[in-house]
C-alpha cells in the first residue's frame, strides 16, 4: 500500500497546518480565526482515522504519524502559548516531556516491530489538549474561559500523566531483558 492515501494525506495537511497555525497564534486579534482554523486542522485527525478503517486503509505509517502529527501541532501551539504567558511552564513541560518519552518509547519498541497504537487515554488526552487550546484562542473574546482554562489545565495534565503511565505499563513486557 502506498503511503499517499486520503487518511495520511490528511495527517501531512495537520502537519503543514502548524506553521501558519504557529504564525497566527502571536497575534491575539487573529484568534477567532485560528480558533475555526484550529478546529478544521483538529477534526482532520478524526476523518483521517474514520476514512483509514471504513476503507480499510489502516497502515503502521499512518498509526505513527498520525501520532507525531497530533504533536507537532500541538506541541508548537502550547510552546506559542508559554511565551505568550497564557500558559504555565511546568505545564508546557509535562506535555513535551510525555510526549517526547512516549514517542521515543514508540520508536524503540517499532525496532522490536510492535505497533504501539493509540488508546483510549491516549485520545482523551489529545481531545483534552485540543478542548484547552481551543479554549485559549476563545478566551480574549468570551473572558468567562479564563476559570476554565485552569480546570483545563489540570485535567490535561493528568489524562497526559495517566496515558504515559498506562502506555509504559502495558508494553513493559517488551523492555524485559534489555
Known sequence: MSIWTVPNILTFIRILATIPMFIITYNEKYYLI???IYIIVSLTDLLDGYIARKYNLVSDFGKFMD???DKILINALLLVFLEMHKLPGWFVAIIITRDIFISGLRMFLANKNVVVAADRWGK???FSQTILIASLYLTP???FLENLNFILILLTTFFSVFSGYNYLSK???YLKGE
Request: glycine fraction near 0%.
Open 34 to 36: 485560528a480558533f475555526f
Open 67 to 69: 501520532q507525531i502529527a
Open 124 to 126: 482523551l488526552k489529545t
Open 141 to 143: 473574546t468570551l473572558v
Open 171 to 173: 508494553n513493559l513486557v
